[in-house]
């Protein structure tokens, strides 16, 4: 994905984390007002690809919604000498706490609040290259949770056919929400729930 401006101004590391204030930790290159527009049109435009991927009716990762939620965005830019120009975005995950009621292996409701998988895309042009892993692990490792201990929001099939060629998730444990959780999500947690 390519923009009329140079991302490697905005986004100084291969992979920038983004919350609600939209700033990346490392501060970009340009005025911090045109940063700003610059990150809301590149959330925006993956947002809509996103959603044309899997075919949602309407994104569900914009910047207006990423600055009234708690979410975490990981964007992983495109580091090639090929696209040394202006760059390139790969693709993103989001993340964030939601308060949910899970199902436990007797059916039980748990209230609980795990971090849940919201989004996830990779260009069309790049998946299956182990970008969706690169990012994957480096959210793994700066929100310090195991992969079983997520919830995954309406996972599709490409996704599930990661989780399991990735992590070895397979066995599901039913749910009557739309988050899917595997096996171990009970397990061994730090702080349930
Ligand atoms: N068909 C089936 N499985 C796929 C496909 C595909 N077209 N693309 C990736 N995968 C799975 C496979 O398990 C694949 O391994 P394989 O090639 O040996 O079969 C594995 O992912 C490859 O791993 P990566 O290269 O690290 O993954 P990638 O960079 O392709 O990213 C992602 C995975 C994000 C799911 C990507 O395929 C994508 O953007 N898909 C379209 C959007 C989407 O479905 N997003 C998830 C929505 S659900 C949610 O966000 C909660």
């Keep these: ?22 700033n990346p930790s490392r501060r970009p290159l340009i005025s911090s007002g045109e940063a700003q527009k610059q990150i809301v049109t590149v959330i925006d435009e993956i947002g809509k690809l996103s959603a044309k991927a899997q075919r949602l009716p ?65 260009h069309e042009s790049l998946q299956r290259n182990g970008f969706g892993k690169e990012l994957f692990t480096f959210m793994l490792r700066a929100e310090q949770i195991e992969p079983q201990h997520l919830a995954i929001d309406r996972p599709s099939d490409k996704f599930l056919s990661f989780l399991r060629k990735h992590y070895n998730l397979r066995s599901t444990i039913p749910q009557v929400n739309n988050f899917v959780v595997f096996e171990g999500f009970f397990r061994d947690r730090r702080a349930l729930l």
């Design 1 to 22: 994905m390519e923009f009329d401006f140079d991302v490697h101004k905005i986004f100084l590391e291969p992979i920038t984390k983004l919350d609600c204030t939209l």
């Design 58 to 122: 309407a994104p569900i990762t914009s910047a207006s919604r990423m600055q009234s939620n708690k979410h975490h965005l990981y964007i992983l830019k495109d580091c090639t000498p090929k696209t040394a120009g202006r760059g390139a975005v790969i693709g993103f995950l989001k993340v964030g706490y939601k308060k949910l009621f899970v199902l436990d292996h007797s059916g039980s409701h748990i209230e609980a609040e795990p971090l849940c998988i919201l989004d996830f895309y990779i």
